[in-house]
Nanobody, 121 residues
Framework: QVQLVESGGGLVQAGGSLRLSCAAS????????MGWYRQAPGQQREWVAA???????NYADSVKARFTISRDSAKNTVYLQMNSLKPEDTAVYFC???????????????WGQGTQVTVSS
């Protein structure tokens, strides 16, 4: 069974920084892309950032130049460094991974349980 476990959320003042981590565990053959999404109260879940197996990155316009996504493939872990945080960044942040669980198997999405990030003004 594959699990994604996030950590690093918390309460921070506007202008501050947080670093989220997400570690994948269990039995799988390969991790393709990994990414972060977020969901604010009463809002739909939105994509934040993604990183490919080759290290290519993409960001939502709302976080570009403030957030940095990275991964440690040896540890099956993806990170999200969040700087210059704003109150509108307040949300539950979810980790996502596109995984292949066996050789020749199909890829599918897996999700973490989410970690709360609260930015006070």
């Amino acid at each position: 069974q594959v699990q994604l476990v996030e950590s690093g959320g918390g309460l921070v003042q506007a202008g501050g920084s947080l670093r989220l981590s997400c570690a994948a565990s269990g039995r799988f053959f390969r991790i393709n892309a990994m990414g972060w999404y977020r969901q604010a109260p009463g809002q739909q879940r939105e994509w934040v950032a993604a990183i490919t197996s080759g290290g290519g990155t993409n960001y939502a316009d709302s976080v570009k130049a403030r957030f940095t996504i990275s991964r440690d493939s040896a540890k099956n872990t993806v990170y999200l460094q969040m700087n210059s945080l704003k109150p509108e960044d307040t949300a539950v942040y979810f980790c996502n991974a596109d995984l292949v669980t066996s050789i020749g198997g199909k890829n599918r999405d897996y999700w973490g349980q989410g970690t709360q990030v609260t930015v006070s003004s």
